[in-house]
């Protein structure tokens, strides 16, 4: 039995979503699945916030994943040197792809149209915005009125 090949799948994964199952489902088509997920310092430096799920959280929901063999720490840009340390043939990524590898090493996919973890972030803001406005306050809600009110008497300086 001949072994299947490695294939790395790069990702933040901050929100863990629906299009990242169906990249990792696809990718587990074609080979083994190794993760290179984004440190919490990558994020933090190139995206400018610190994640929602740290990376063990992370690593810990991407290992539990049937379509997933390993997951290794990675920085935000890969190279040939990279898959080359853990022994992976591919890297599969989403149309968005800015890594530095040669198209015969690399496998793009479309991402899921509807969902990204940006648009995950409003969602919540606005389930949240919603509570708050019908009286259903939870702490968290709380502090989220809090915090329009502040932002809005800065912006039009109405203190």
Known sequence: MTERPRIMVDMSATLIHHGHVRLLKKASELGTVVVAL???????????????????ERKEILESLRWVDEVVPSPWMLDEAFLDK??????????????????????????????????????????????????????????????????????????
């Open 38 to 56: 984004t440190t919490d310092e990558e994020v933090r430096t190139k995206k400018g916030y610190v994640p929602e799920l740290n990376f063990k």
């Open 86 to 159: 853990h022994r992976c043939e591919k890297l599969v990524h989403g149309h968005d792809n800015s890594n530095d590898i040669p198209p015969e090493r690399l496998i793009i996919f479309p991402r899921t149209e509807g969902v990204s973890s940006s648009q995950l972030r409003e969602r919540v803001l606005d389930c949240l915005i919603q509570m708050n406005l019908e009286g259903h306050n939870s702490s968290t809600s709380d502090k989220i009125a809090r915090l329009l009110i502040e932002t809005i008497k800065k912006e039009f300086r109405l203190e």
